[in-house]
């Protein structure tokens, strides 16, 4: 009788160590999460911030853009030249940035460009959140032909 009573108390000292260093465990880890921003994106140590290319898609996902967008990191301008007859009121800007960089404001759906003299503006954040970059879009309309 008493070897049974023993038996089970090795078993039960033997599960709460196993309990106690999967806790020590689950603490280590969430104690050592990676830090989010208020978007939920992870804050990384890149400092890098640009604008590597960019098309705008009309209604039908198709981009609009004639020829390729002159992005010009320095100046943070992107210069582009849309089809004529292009419906500037619906339009999904595309971004590819460097990698960790996020962009603000967010795009959520179709953006109105056809204010063409007042052109928008969108921010690049770095990976680490401490450099800005804002970067001016410039459209024109193509000639007629």
Do not use: W
């Not at 004639?66 to 595309?94: C, H, M, N, S, W």
């Amino acid at each position: 009788m008493l070897r049974g009573c023993s038996l089970k108390l090795v078993k039960y000292t033997t599960m709460k160590k196993y309990l106690l260093i999967l806790f020590a465990v689950a603490g280590l880890l969430t104690s050592c999460e990676a830090p989010i921003d208020e978007d939920g994106l992870l804050i990384t140590s890149r400092s890098e911030c640009y604008v590597s290319s960019f098309d705008l898609l009309g209604s039908d996902h198709k981009s609009v853009i004639k020829e390729t967008a002159a992005v010009d990191t320095v100046a943070q301008e992107i210069r582009a030249e849309v089809f004529f007859g292009t419906d500037l009121t619906g339009l999904y800007p595309q971004f590819k940035l460097v990698t960790d960089a996020k962009l603000e404001p967010k795009i959520t759906g179709k953006v109105d460009f056809s204010d063409l003299d007042n052109p928008k503006q969108y921010t690049v954040v770095s990976g680490n959140r401490k450099v800005r970059k804002t970067y001016t879009i410039y459209l024109t309309v193509e000639k007629p032909s």
